[in-house]
Structures are given as C-alpha cells and as structure tokens.
C-alpha cells in the first residue's frame, strides 16, 4: 500500500536529507578529531613508557568492545545530557582503538636500524619521533584513522537513538513509523558515506605518501596531489556547510495568517518515539509557526517517556506530548487514579510543583491500553469486557510491549485485577505486535486505544469492565518558565483542546501507520480541515 | 685522539663481558680497524665511543675530554657514524639524509644544499640526478656511499664505520674500499673501522686491533701482525685465509 512514489518521496525529503547528510558528516569529523588529539598522544605515552601500553590497550579496547547502544546510554546518564555531547563521546570513544592501536604499531614497527641511524646521527628522543618515527609510521597511522572513520560513520547511525542528529534520525523514524522509505532514506547513504569517507581518506593518504617514485607529473599532477591531499578537508566543509545552508526548500505549507502573536524565540519541541507522538507534535508545531512569532526547532522521535521529561527538567527542550497515565506511574510513581479528571489534576498539579512543568488542556483522546482481540474471535466466542477472556486464557496466546509486560498498570497489575493468566505471553516492539495478532501468531495483544490498526486489522478492544487501565489523556507539557516568557503558547494551543477524540486520533494514525504518509502532512491536513490553519 | 682505558662492557650486570678491560689509543688521522669474528665485542666498542652504549667500567677519551662529561646528542653530532644497515632514511630524499646532521645543529637551507650537492660531487654520484631519489631507488653500492656522504656532512674530525661494506658484493666492496683509501688521504680524518674481513682490515688499517671474546688480543700495524703474532688465536686467526689463498690461486 504505497501512497507516495519515491520520486515525491525523495523531493519532499531533499531538505531534511541534505541537512542530516551534514550533521552526520559534522559528527563523525568532530569524534574523529578528537579521537586523533587524544590517540595518537597516548600511543605516544605508550611507546615511551613502556608499562602503559597495556592499561592503554586494554582501556581503549574496553570502549570498543561496549555495546554501542549500552555505551550511548550510559553516556546519557553520566553526562544528564541527551542529544548530541553524549553522542559525540561515544563516537570519540569508539574511534580511540583503531587509532591507538595502529599509531603506536606504526610507531614501533619503524626498522631498528633506522631508529639506531637516528640516535647515531645525533638526533634527540623528540627528533627521532617526529623526524623519524611519525613520517615512517604515517601510512598504519593514517589506516588506523580510517577505520575509525567508517567505523563512526556507522556508529553515528545509532546516535539518532539518544536523538542526535544524522541520518539515524531517518532510519530511527522509519523503524518507530515502520516506515521502509525512511528507512532506507537514512540507511542508503550512511552506507554510501562510509564507503566516500574510506575513499577520501585512502585518496588523501596516497598523494601524502613519502617517497613515492618522483614521476614529471606536470601542472596536472601537482593539482591532482593536492586536490586527493583537501578531500578529507573538502567533505568536512560540505558537511559544515549542509548543516548551515540548504539549497533545497523547505516543504511549506499554505498558511494563511493574518496575525501572529507574542515575541521572537526559539521553541524546542520534542516528541516520543511512536506515531501519534509525530502527528500530535507536528499540529502544535505548525500551529505555532503560524500564529506566533516562535521559530520552531523540531527534536521528535526521542526514545521514550524519560528520555523527554528529563530533557524538559534539564531545560534542553520546551515542550512535548504528554499522557495522564504515562505521568501518574512512569514519572510520579503514584497509584492509579481511574477518574480521567482526578487524574489531570493530581498531575498537573505535582507536575508544576516537582519539576516546574505546565500541564496544558488535554487534546482529548484516551490513549490508554486496551485489551484487544480478533472482532471474528469476539463475535464467535461471546466476548466484549476483558473478564470474558478468563475462563479461556490457559489457552490463549498473549503478545504485550516489553514496557506493558513490566508495568505495575501493565499485564502484572491486570492479572491480579482480573484474575487471569494467558497461556504464554511473548514481548513484541509495538509495530510487530499488531502483525503478530492479525496473522493469527497471537490471541490477544494490548492495543494503545487510538491506534489506527485496531479498525484496519478487524480487531475488537474489549472493554476494561473493573475499570483497571488508567487514563492516557494526552496533553501537551511544557515548561513553565518558557510559558512566563512565551505565553502566547498556551492561548495558541487551546485550539487543539478537546479537538481530538479517539476515533479522530486512530484515523490520523492509520494514515500515517498504514498508508505511509508523512505525519506532517497529515497534521496540516487535519489543522487545515479544522480551519485551524488556512489552507489552499 | 680517542683513547679507551679498562673499558668493559657486561649487559648482564656482571655475569658475562661483551668487552673486557679494553685499552687502546687511536692517533689524530689514524684508520684503526676493529678486526674479530661476530660476537668478539667490536661493534659494541665501538658504540661506547659515540654514546650509543654506555660502559660498564672504564673510561673513554675524545681530546682528552671523558666523552661520560659529555652530551650524548651534541656528542653524536661530532662524530660521523656509518652503519652496518645503512640506515639511510627511507622517507627522506638522498639530499636530505645526507644533510641531516647540518640539520639538527641548524644550518640554513642553502648551505645545507651546497653541501649535499659537494658531497655527492665527492662519492661520485652526479647530484642533480641523485639528490632527488629517494634510498631504495639506489643500488646497494650507492647507498653505502651515501651512507659515507651523510657521516662527513659537518666534516668531523672522527669517523666511526661499522662493518659499512659488509652487505655489498665482493666488487663494489672493493671499489669502495679504494675510493675510502683515496678519501682518506684527502680528508685526514682519524677513523675507527669495524670488520670481521681480514683482507678489508688489511687494505684500510694503519693500525689493527684484534678482539677475541671481548678481549684485545693484539694491536698494532698490519705487518707487525702478521709478522710478529702476539697470541696463538692471532696466529691462527690470520693462518686459515692464508691457507686457503694458497689454496684458491693453486686452483687458479
């Protein structure tokens, strides 16, 4: 079901592509460089005293050995930072090995009888390394860099996770929309960049070599050498440049404003890493290019419920799409509140108090998890509220999120509510799960109730008759210092209040789950439909 | 002169000598050849001289000074060494490893050129064509020369040669032994030569020290060598390539 050609995908993404192009190739030289001035120091160090390389090689070799997903999160914890320092860090970590290990093999591979000339001659310890040693060791030293190279080239793709720039960001998109486009729009070129990075790299290495065989190469050979010798240099120009200048437009959308209101800023909004968090940030994202006078930074898809409260706290973002129920437990740690009001309140109110952080009114639909069936299997079999499943469930299969498996709200809270114990219970990613139930792998999942899938697959949520899951209002979250200076913000995103209920929120999210559209367009439709926003 | 007393060298702290209480002088502009079968401490003597290694006791004398007083690396820089590997720099051109010296003790640019291209003109070699080059592009021959070339850069007085014909063919070896004679007398330097090649120590000595197990078993001349062995292993040292001369022209 493919309801973009690649051809317009590609042009509506030109903009985006060329900028994360650039921010990649800015990540990879600055960890790279770092890595440079820190390795090739400590192989230095290491050659000289002898009774380092050990603790130096092992240490390096312990970063490199890390899980880079496990070392980037570590990273975000150490340094309380998301985004890109955390990012850096562990790129430049990763880049120490190669470039340690060959400089000081370089270095120590110098033939002893050349080593021996040079003290013969007269030349001190510092003379011998940077006269001698150095030039000699170039060509391992240079490989070494390489490596390192299209290792982070790679390594940054993972980045995206922690919400980095790069192209991970597409890949990350595509994997939380599973959205193959993006995908491949994120992976096509990191693929190709690490091959030019090893190219370049190579090219650079071979003009620099040291007595290479002095051929009459002419004016054109003289060019030819220093062109290979700047193109290490040339694409981390391009890549300084993509991410200040941009030749390709930025999708606009019709926006007929007869006013803005407020002051000039800068609002940074994020978002979590799933569908309805993209379309939701996009309304009030577009809502705010349109009618204040905020530039707007989008910072979408972060990994997850603490990942953008702590970026919030830490004052890196502003504001993001919140749920009642997600606040109560995961944040707060209270008790479930099933009354939906009770629940906002007790929230919002802890929320300014603990953290500084504003609860606006709420979109209006109830994200909450809703136990779901096959409709065929609930038409047969008699089935509408979640306690007709228990005198079934020994036979039932179950597929939960890893996140509903663990949570007090989750699965253990339901089977002491309810009494009831399925069969065997397998953890999917979200997306997958969806698959598993209509492809008959899995009886009962836990659907989130505005999903799109549950009218597209002919699922049937059964109704939570104890009154178990909590309520999921979303609403945005924003903080209260930046609404003091901006708070235009609140009065702009009252339009979105109550606008949204379930059945709007799980067809918006079918659009862009199942007919791959891009969430911002589907937002601008809704907002333009709404009259929100005036469009063509 | 240079001038070595009781020096002896252990690299074991004591239980086995590399060179055991070695005395011997070499005069001003005098070759003296350091002649021995491998292992007999020669190469070892001869880098105590320069610093490269340090005695264990002893002590050595450059022009009266102890060269321990001295500063190794300025030390070196006094001191023309030429190789047993060459150990010509690879990534340097011939030019520049023949001005390397002139290069650590800061000579400008233009005299340094000068003075590989003089020096080249001396070994033979035409410098417009070999400056440039870079080592391997020379043969073996050609880079022993520049081996010489880069030792004499500064023009010292001493010149330390550790076996630096050793790896050539019997033909080169010989052409550029005759054209060391010819430099010596042009150049009067005094110069410690290192050879394990009987025939090399007689074409170039004017005086030769014979080491046996890290020990001086005899100085002197070429003829007072041959004529008046010291020792018995002097004796036989000399014995057996005579012997097979004998031999080798019967054939012939």
Redesign the interface.
């Known amino acids: 079901m493919l309801a973009v050609t690649w051809g317009e995908f590609l042009t509506s993404r030109l903009h985006e592509l060329w900028l994360r192009l650039g921010e990649h190739i800015v990540l990879v030289s600055l960890s790279v460089f770092a890595a440079i001035c820190i390795g090739v120091p400590l192989a230095m160090l290491a050659l000289r005293r002898r009774w380092t390389q050990t603790p130096v090689l092992g240490l390096v070799g312990a970063f490199q050995t890390m899980p880079s997903i496990a070392m980037l999160a570590i990273l975000l914890v150490l340094t309380g930072k998301t985004k890109d320092i955390p990012a850096l860090i562990a790129l430049t970590l990763y880049a120490l090995l190669p470039i340690v290990r060959n400089t000081l093999a370089g270095l120590e591979g110098v033939r002893a009888d050349v080593i021996e000339a040079a003290h013969g001659v007269g030349m001190t310890r510092r003379q011998t390394l940077w006269m001698v040693r150095v030039p000699l060791a170039m060509p391992v030293i240079v490989a070494g860099i390489k490596t390192a190279a299209v290792i982070a080239v790679g390594v940054a793709t993972l980045s995206a996770f922690i919400g980095a720039g790069g192209l991970g960001k597409f890949i990350n998109a595509g994997l939380s929309m599973k959205n193959t486009k993006l995908m491949v729009l994120g992976a096509v070129p990191a693929i190709i960049l690490a091959f030019v990075v090893g190219g370049v790299i190579s090219a650079s290495e071979w003009a620099l070599a040291p007595g290479r065989r002095r051929r009459k190469r002419g004016m054109a050979g003289i060019v030819m050498k220093y062109l290979a010798t700047s193109l290490p240099l040339l694409l981390v120009a391009f890549g300084v440049v993509a991410t200040m200048w941009n030749p390709f437009p930025k999708r606009r959308y019709e926006v007929e404003v007869t006013y803005r209101i407020g002051t000039p800023g800068t609002i940074r909004i994020a978002t979590k890493n799933f569908t309805e968090q993209f379309i939701v940030g996009e309304m009030m994202a577009q809502l705010l290019e349109a009618r204040t006078r905020l530039t707007v930074k989008r910072d979408f898809n972060l990994a997850g419920t603490m990942i953008c409260h702590e970026a919030l706290v830490q004052g890196e973002m502003d504001l993001y799409p919140e749920y009642t129920g997600t606040a109560l437990t995961a944040i707060l740690k209270r008790e479930v509140i099933a009354d939906p009001e009770k629940a906002y309140e007790v929230v919002a109110e802890a929320y300014l108090e603990q953290y500084g952080l504003v609860w606006l009114e709420p979109f209006g639909f109830n994200n909450t998890y809703a136990i779901t069936v096959r409709a065929a299997d609930a038409d047969e079999r008699g089935w509408t509220r979640i306690s007709d499943l228990k005198d079934d469930a020994a036979e039932l299969r179950a597929g939960f999120t890893a996140e509903f498996s663990e949570r007090p709200d989750g699965y253990p809270g339901l089977q002491v509510v309810y009494g009831i114990e399925f069969g065997s219970v397998d953890d999917f990613d979200p997306q997958l799960m969806y698959d598993a139930i209509a492809h008959n792998e899995v009886d009962v999942i836990c659907a989130f109730a505005t999903d799109g899938r549950i009218a597209a697959y002919k699922l049937q949520p059964l109704k939570d008759d104890y009154g178990f899951f909590p309520p999921y209002y979303a609403a945005p979250v924003v903080r209260a210092e930046f609404l003091d200076e901006h708070p235009e913000v609140r009065h702009v995103l009252a339009a979105l209040a109550g606008r949204l209920d379930d059945a709007t929120m799980q067809r918006l999210n079918y659009e862009v789950d199942e007919k791959k559209r891009d969430p911002a367009d589907v937002a601008y439709e809704f907002l333009v439909a709404e009259g929100l926003l005036k469009g063509e | 002169m240079i001038r070595l007393s009781h020096v002896s060298k252990s690299f074991d702290g004591g239980a086995s000598y590399a060179v055991k209480d070695l005395s011997f002088d070499v005069a001003q502009g005098e070759t003296l050849v350091l002649l021995g079968s491998s292992g007999c401490g020669k190469t070892t003597t001869l880098k105590m001289i ?1 610093r ?1 290694i340090e005695p264990s006791e002893g002590a050595i004398e450059l022009d009266g000074a102890d060269v321990s007083t001295l500063e190794p ?6 001191i023309g ?1 030429v ?10 051109t011939i030019e520049q490893n023949v001005a ?2 002139p290069r ?2 800061g000579w400008p640019r233009n005299r340094r050129q000068d003075r590989a291209y003089e020096l080249l003109e001396l070994m033979g070699l035409e410098p417009q064509t070999y400056a ?1 080059r ?4 020379l043969s073996g021959g050609e880079q022993q020369r520049i081996g010489v070339a ?1 030792a004499l850069a500064t023009d010292p007085e001493y010149l330390l040669m550790d076996e630096p014909f050793g790896a050539l063919d019997a033909l080169t070896r010989d052409t550029l032994q005759q054209e060391l004679l010819a430099l010596k007398a042009r150049l009067k330097k005094t110069i410690v030569f290192v050879t394990h090649d009987i025939f090399e120590a007689l074409t170039l000595a004017d005086r030769i020290a014979i080491l046996h197990e890290g020990r001086l078993e005899q100085v002197g001349t070429p003829n007072e060598i041959l004529n008046r062995p010291a020792t018995d292993f002097v004796r036989e040292f000399f014995g057996k390539p005579a012997q097979q001369l004998a031999a080798f022209k019967e054939m012939l």
């Open positions: 320069n490269l690396v300025s030390l070196r820089r006094r060494y190789f047993q590997g060459i150990g010509l720099f690879p990534h340097m390397i010296v650590l003790v440039p870079y080592p391997r592009e880069r």
